[in-house]
């Protein structure tokens, strides 16, 4: 499977942190009868993830919400507890932005959006892409090449809303 508009996303169990520790998180149900931005980036703290990707959506937060987007998430191959710092130390929590873990990748790679590079102790971890998904089907999709941060920043996704 890849991402396409029209499709229906898969549904999973990804993970954050709550009050109460670990917790899971269906997805479909973070989607059900809502318009979403859903973006995916490598992983919390790496270099471009933390300096042009996550920031470009704590920017644009305010404008997708004028533009009737009720949630941002976030999907990182992490696990919850780096997701919860970076969500703290990058602005996310803040902006209001959802950082949920697909820890195992399972979700990743069902959707087809898995890479590896191994020169830069990178594996299993999830390629660039920006979605608006309503009521659990995408609408807007913007998918980079693995390696890039172009096409799936929050300006280039709210450009074509």
Known sequence: MTLTIGQRLPDAKLLRMGENGVEAVALADQLAGRKVVLFALPGAYTGTC??????SFIRTAPAFRDKGVEAILCIAV???FALQAWEKTTGAEAAGITLLADSSGAYTKAVGMDFTAPA????NRSNRYA??????????AQIDEPGQCRLSVGEELLAVL
Do not use: Q, R
């Not at 933390?50 to 920031?55: A, Q, V």
């Open 50 to 55: 933390s300096t042009i990707h996550m920031p």
């Open 78 to 80: 992490n696990d919850p």
């Open 120 to 123: 830069i102790g990178l594996y």
């Open 131 to 140: 979605l608006v998904v309503e009521d659990g089907v995408v609408t807007h």
